[in-house]
């Protein structure tokens, strides 16, 4: 089946500790993207990848680092300078800037 | 003035209602226009694009209107299952500093009641 895994579905961590969180598709896709949703807000964009080895940051990067190795890969570390990691965080990816697929989310709990 | 703006929610509606939401947008030049659709605690998925001529899928009409800068999603015969959060997503014609072309709106959550 074609589409987007991300895991954990669920995290806990410890304040004061960098998490990764994972990001994979099989859809060919070459831009992937990083939303955190907190809750009873919109969708805020972290960072976003159009290709291989190249990502931008978006309207809330700090704290937060990605890489772009391969193109079926796009991993978001929640740094310990993110003053308030707790948040639903979604993976996307579209083909070029169209229609965007969303990973299920993994919640990260820090406390 | 936010590049993307949604109807405040919540909308309560009785089963078997009409219900329309509004999403505008500040950017004339933008390209493309999506509703999404959120249930509580899952991702985002795709609920209908939004073409110029207006399109309708079902239950769902999407209308696009250019001069006013808005979309807007009709459901009618509302079902308890339509409950979720509503996304616009407007694409292009942003200049943001980031060249970040794709906004979200925050959302518009509906509740149908039996």
């Known amino acids: ?111 | 003035r936010k590049e993307v703006e949604q109807d405040p929610g919540p909308f309560n509606v009785p089963e078997g209602a009409t219900v329309a939401f509004n999403c505008t947008y500040s950017n004339s030049a933008s390209q493309s226009f999506f509703w999404y659709r959120q249930d509580c605690r899952k991702e985002p998925k795709l609920l209908m694009s939004v073409y110029s001529s207006g399109n309708e899928d079902g239950r769902f009409t999407a209308q696009l209107n250019r001069a006013s800068q808005y979309i807007s999603l009709l459901i009618r015969d509302s079902k308890l299952s339509d409950s979720a959060t509503y996304l616009c997503v407007v694409i292009g014609g942003f200049s943001s500093g980031s060249a970040r072309q794709l906004t979200f709106g925050s959302g518009t959550q509906l509740t149908v009641l039996p």
């Open chain 1, 1 to 111: 089946d074609g589409g987007i895994t991300q895991s954990p579905k669920y995290l806990f961590r410890k304040e004061g500790q960098n998490v990764t969180l994972s990001c994979e598709q099989n859809l060919n896709h070459d831009a992937m993207y990083w939303y955190r949703q907190d809750p009873g807000q919109g969708l805020r964009l972290i960072y976003y990848s159009q290709i291989v080895n190249d990502f931008q940051k978006g309207d809330i990067a700090e704290g937060y680092s990605v890489s772009r190795e391969k193109k079926e890969s796009f991993p978001l570390t929640v740094t310990s300078a993110q003053k308030n990691p707790t948040a639903f965080y979604l993976c996307a990816s579209s083909l070029g800037t169209g229609r965007q697929y969303f990973g299920p989310g993994t919640r990260l709990t820090v406390t």
